[in-house]
């Protein structure tokens, strides 16, 4: 059987993480640093944007593109018709 070392009592998602990549949200939470970066990059590859490079902009207009062809969904408490 293995010995119990300090790794082993570390959160999963921590367990081989680098300190230098993470810091506190204002909230207390340990986050990455990289987050913003990382969710742009996600929702660019959901829009199937496979450049190597891109300005946020393009993906923020990719984005309201999409959005556009949605039909918007009635408010909490009114009739799918529109009426009360």
Not at 2 to 8: L, Q, S
Not at 22 to 29: N, S, T
Not at 32 to 49: M, N, V, Y
């Amino acid at each position: 059987m293995r010995e119990v070392t300090e790794r082993d009592f570390r959160a999963p998602e921590f367990r081989d993480a680098d300190p230098k990549d993470y810091e506190f949200r204002d909230d207390g939470k340990v986050v990455r640093k990289d987050r913003w970066e990382t969710g742009i990059r996600q929702i660019r590859d959901i829009l199937g944007d496979r450049r190597r490079e891109f300005e946020i902009e393009d993906i923020v207009m990719a984005v309201r593109a999409v959005v556009s062809t949605i039909e918007p969904q009635p408010d909490e408490g009114q009739e799918a018709d529109g009426a009360d």
